[in-house]
């Protein structure tokens, strides 16, 4: 707060001349360049099962070629690993447990600000090219934010065709999510039509600047494609999944809940082979449709004056510990590190950067990015100086992400139906084993904080899989308690974020519609006149 040396004139509490600007928030120049906007959003995508970040197998010759003229980020984590809670917290750039949208059915409400609000506000034409985002509460909230929703292109083969397939196949593989081949006719998809949506959008996108958004479900389970991709893959070329039998130490409860609850216990070694080239497959479609947008950006000669992100919204367990999917409180490796690529519209080129990032840091490098100026509080700081490689410049020390409820909140769970049938029963049934969890990362150890439940301490540069579980060990514990300090600070911390708009307390001098307090009880010594009146006679 900065007052002058002059005598104050008051207005209920607030000094007249007080400043309101927040000193910490980037300044806006008026003449800056304004860049377009597009984020390609696969769903449930694994950080290794991309060629760029060091996986052999796969084939994504697309987005390795993005990722070489662009600049990503090794050490990036999603602050939830289930679609909602991550995707809502990207956007609002706050960690869940301060917005407290923890649960797939808690979703952004009108009085919420959000990225593509700001962008909105701040002139963007804001394009959602599909029916899907799964983070805006109902349709008044998603118009407040953009200008179009929903398909330009309408898929052809039936949206719901794979959740009615589920309850045909084999129930062995139905519990792997696991559908196989699919036929050519059903290859005109969801994902497909956004894709065909796009490229016909971007042939005659609106007046810039522009944000156009892709959120699409691929490669999210039931694990199908159609030829060529289905065939792409040697399955004994496949990697192996964190077996549990590699495990020791503590294992949170959740895990071998859903292995019994499951019946997968006993799944082979080809049946995961099957399943991860499948997976495979399915990413490498999502690849060719990545492909085929950037290559129309170049025809259009859009490169130079477009931001393009590509990033997900988690992870999947794709066999590790001897699971599929993905878990509420799961806070794995594979379920949160997240692929985030940045590219185009002058963005660096070749930069890759190792520092500890976060997913709520995209809403204020996105701002940054596009000159929007920042007008509500959020949990974020913007990635441009590490794009930028600046000299002496400090990110964040660690990585947070969270997860999981409390007991008492088992009635707003959700209750799926099959087959995530299985899964909702263990939620309510055993709610301690989906308890809140919090993990924290840095370049050294992963730790996570069970509420309910024994902690967790990995050594990440010798255990990246997460095999060995070393908390509860004596020699360990001076680590551990390090780790336990640094998840307290940071609860304590980020408890809330204060409102960046000062409410003015008027006191003597506000006024209300309606009668004086004086009025009303002149009027009740007289009798109320209402006919309604219940002791009217």
């Known amino acids: 707060m900065v007052l002058n040396d002059q005598p104050k004139k008051f207005e209920g509490h607030i000094p007249l001349d007080f400043v309101t600007e927040n000193p910490n928030v980037r300044k ?4 800056a360049r304004r860049p377009n906007l597009i ?3 696969p769903d449930q995508l694994r ?4 060629g760029f970040t060091g996986n052999n197998v796969i084939k994504t010759p697309n987005l390795d070629a993005f990722a070489k003229k662009s600049t ?12 909602a809670q991550s995707r809502c917290s990207m956007f609002l750039g706050q960690y869940p447990h301060i917005s407290a949208h923890r649960s797939l059915d808690t979703l952004i409400q009108l ?8 962008l909105k506000e701040s002139g963007y034409h804001v394009a959602h090219l599909t029916p899907r985002g799964h983070m805006y509460a109902d349709a008044e909230v998603t118009a407040q934010r953009v200008h179009e929703y929903g398909f330009l292109v309408e898929p052809e083969a039936d949206m719901w065709r794979a959740g009615k397939k589920m309850s045909e196949v084999d129930l062995a593989w139905a519990r792997l999510f696991y559908l196989g081949e699919r036929e050519e006719d059903d290859s005109f998809d ?12 971007l042939q005659n996108p609106p007046q810039e600047p522009w944000c156009l958004f892709l959120p699409l479900i691929w490669p999210h389970c039931p694990f199908e494609v159609e030829e060529p991709w289905f065939s792409m893959y040697d399955r004994s070329q496949m990697p192996e999944p964190v077996s549990v039998k590699s495990k020791t130490g503590f294992e949170p409860a959740y895990m071998k809940a859903i292995r019994e609850e499951y019946n997968i216990q006993s799944t082979t070694k080809e049946k995961w082979q099957e399943i991860a080239a499948t997976y495979y497959g399915m990413i490498s479609r999502l690849d060719d ?5 950037m290559k129309v950006v170049d025809e259009k000669g859009l490169w130079d004056n477009t931001v393009t992100l590509f990033f997900t919204d988690h992870g999947e367990y794709l066999g590790d510990h001897g699971l599929i999917e993905k878990w509420p409180s799961g806070l794995s490796d594979s379920l949160v590190k997240e692929p985030l690529i940045i590219g185009g519209g002058g963005a660096p080129e070749g930069v890759v950067v190792e520092d500890m990032t976060e997913m709520v840091d995209m809403l204020p490098t996105v701002f940054e990015l596009c ?5 509500f509080p959020h949990n974020g700081i913007s990635l441009v100086p590490l794009m930028n490689q600046q000299p002496g410049y400090k990110h964040k020390e660690y990585a947070f992400s969270e997860g999981g409820f409390l007991l008492s909140e088992e009635w707003l769970l959700e209750r799926p139906r099959f087959p995530y049938d299985i899964k909702g029963k263990l939620q309510h049934e055993q709610t301690q084993i989906v308890g809140k969890a919090t993990s924290c990362r840095d370049h050294d150890f992963t730790y996570v904080y069970r509420l309910y439940e024994q902690a967790e301490l990995y050594d990440r540069r010798n255990d990246p899989g997460e095999r060995h579980n070393l908390s509860g060990k004596p020699e360990w514990a001076h680590i551990e308690a390090k780790y336990q300090s640094v998840v307290f600070r940071w609860l304590v911390e980020t408890t809330d974020l204060m409102s960046w708009k000062h409410d003015f307390f008027f006191g003597p001098n506000a006024k209300i519609d309606g009668p004086t307090p004086r009025e009303l009880l002149t009027k009740r010594k007289q009798g109320d006149d209402r006919p309604d009146h219940p002791f009217r006679m």
């Open 28 to 31: 806006i120049d008026p003449t």
């Open 39 to 41: 984020m390609f959003m």
């Open 47 to 50: 950080y290794d099962c991309l």
């Open 72 to 83: 990503t980020f090794t050490n990036c984590y999603a602050q939830a690993s289930v679609c």
């Open 111 to 118: 009085w919420e600000s959000d990225m593509f609000k700001g």
């Open 190 to 201: 969801f994902d497909e039509a956004a894709t065909r949506g796009a490229l016909e959008w």
């Open 289 to 293: 449709q990545f492909g085929r947008i």
């Open 371 to 375: 000159n929007v100026p920042e007008t």
